[in-house]
């Protein structure tokens, strides 16, 4: 993988979830080579799932907004339009949400 996630974690059914924390956001540019990583790891079967863990409400919506301008990926030098089965992959939390997440429902 060109990009590796900050940690994974293991459910007890044996799917794993890619886990991100942002602190600061990256250019469109970045995140564009970050998500076509994921999407070709969840191809893989390496994980399932991307969470995106943020401090705040603030950065959240700031993370939506700039994955939902992202139209395209490049997939093997081929351009990718992301439909909403690829954008289904990425789930962002801040912290308390986090916490209070039941990780059972993506079993």
């Known amino acids: 993988m060109k990009h590796r996630p ?4 293991t459910l007890p059914n044996g ?3 890619a886990i ?4 600061s956001l990256k250019t469109k540019a970045r ?8 999407l070709r ?9 991307v969470f995106y863990i ?14 939902d301008t992202i139209k395209q990926v490049i997939e093997n030098s ?3 339009t992301l439909e909403a089965k690829h954008r289904n992959v990425f789930r962002f939390y801040t912290m308390d949400e986090l916490k209070a997440l039941e990780l059972t429902t993506y079993a």
Do not use: C
């Open 41 to 49: 790891a969840r191809t893989e079967n390496l994980w399932f799932f």
């Open 20 to 23: 991100e924390t942002e602190r």
């Open 54 to 67: 943020v401090p705040d409400e603030q950065k959240k919506r700031a993370l939506m907004l700039l994955f």
């Open 78 to 80: 081929q351009q990718v």
């Open 15 to 17: 799917k794993r979830i």
């Open 31 to 38: 995140y564009q080579q970050i998500i076509a990583s994921h």
């Open 6 to 9: 900050d940690g994974l974690i």
